[in-house]
T-cell receptor, first 114, second 111 residues
Framework: DAGITQSPRHKVTETGTPVTLRCHQT?????MYWYRQDPGHGLRLIHY???????DKGEVSDGYSVSRSKTEDFLLTLESATSSQTSVYFCAARAVAGVRNEQFFGPGTRLTVL | DAKTTQPPSMDCAEGRAANLPCNHSTISGNEYVYWYRQIHSQGPQYIIH???NNETNEMASLIITEDRKSSTLILPHATLRDTAVYYC????????????FGTGTSLTVIP
């Protein structure tokens, strides 16, 4: 699993409050990703990072921001949470080199916005 | 990255081979076919990938047609623990951007 942890694992919050989810990896992977998963949609990419301080938008980035100040940490922030952001959030990391070029996923964070 | 099409669900008897199809008719010459699976709310897990040759590892086999427009993931002896959602993805190997997971195939292995 490439040592990927996510915190918190579960969170319930109210509409309009800021929320930050943390992804931490121990393998020094260059690329990191945030996905959300909703019924009927599979996994959809929110933002990704290709290095420290280098990030880019995915297909569902509206309402989310990210930051990567260290290789090992990738933060996802909901500035003002809405009920439509209730979802399961997965973080992933990928090395630059390697035969398989695979993404390693964290265990997920279940976020409920009331 | 090219789009993929998979059946939404399949059943397979325990101990039999599970054959999961994927259509990727717009695949480009430099795009690889990847398979991941997601077991009940866990993060997705890599299974196998290939470019044009058939591939086999300890988990599965990947059969890619000669024109590369479709592929089949084969789980040779399905067990109950193989019940999961299976995603077929095509992408260029060296880019850092996203994998498009789609909605996958929900495989149920029946005792």
């Amino acid at each position: 699993d490439a040592g990927i942890t996510q915190s918190p694992r579960h969170k319930v919050t109210e509409t309009g409050t800021p929320v930050t989810l943390r992804c931490h990896q121990t393998e020094n992977h260059r690329y990191m990703y945030w996905y959300r998963q909703d019924p009927g949609h599979g996994l959809r990419l929110i933002h990704y990072s290709y290095g420290v301080k280098d990030t880019d938008k995915g297909e569902v980035s509206d309402g989310y921001s990210v930051s990567r100040s260290k290789t090992e940490d990738f933060l996802l922030t909901l500035e003002s949470a809405t009920s439509s952001q209730t979802s399961v959030y997965f973080c992933a990391a990928r090395a630059v080199a390697g035969v398989r070029n695979e993404q390693f996923f964290g265990p997920g964070t279940r976020l409920t916005v009331l | 990255d090219a789009k993929t099409t998979q059946p939404p669900s399949m059943d397979c008897a325990e101990g039999r081979a599970a054959n999961l199809p994927c259509n990727h008719s717009t695949i480009s010459g430099n795009e690889y076919v990847y398979w991941y699976r997601q077991i009940h709310s866990q993060g997705p897990q890599y299974i196998i990938h290939g470019l044009k040759n058939n591939e086999t590892n300890e988990m599965a086999s990947l059969i890619i047609t000669e024109d590369r427009k479709s592929s089949t993931l084969i789980l040779p002896h399905a067990t109950l623990r193989d019940t999961a959602v299976y995603y077929c993805i095509v992408r260029v190997m060296d880019t850092g951007n996203q994998f498009y997971f789609g909605t996958g195939t929900s495989l149920t292995v029946i005792p």
